[in-house]
């Protein structure tokens, strides 16, 4: 997760839509739809691997 000012908020992570991904996110405002089981594995597995790169 990131601060108003874009500075990453230590220890908290998002996955899924709840990351940011919709509404003009990584497939623009024009994004077909059914393309946001896409967004959510790769929200997914970057939060996880960063979360377990933390506590390693
Ligand atoms: C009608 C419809 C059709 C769709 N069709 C497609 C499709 O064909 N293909 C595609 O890729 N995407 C589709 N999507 C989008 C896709 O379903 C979502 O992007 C995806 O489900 C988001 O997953 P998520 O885990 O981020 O959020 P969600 O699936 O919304 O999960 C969030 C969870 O958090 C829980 N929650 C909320 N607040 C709290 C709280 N305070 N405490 C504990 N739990 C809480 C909710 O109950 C929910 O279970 C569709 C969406 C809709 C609405």
Redesign the pocket.
């Known amino acids: 997760m990131l601060r108003a000012d874009g500075t990453p908020f230590p220890g908290l992570y998002a996955?899924?839509?709840?990351?940011g991904f919709?509404g003009g996110g990584v497939h623009g405002y024009r994004s077909l739809?059914?393309?946001?089981?896409?967004?959510?594995l790769f929200s997914g597995r970057q939060a996880g691997r960063a979360a377990a790169l933390a506590v390693s």
């Open positions: 996955a899924g839509e709840v990351a919709g739809e059914g393309t946001f089981l896409g967004g959510c």
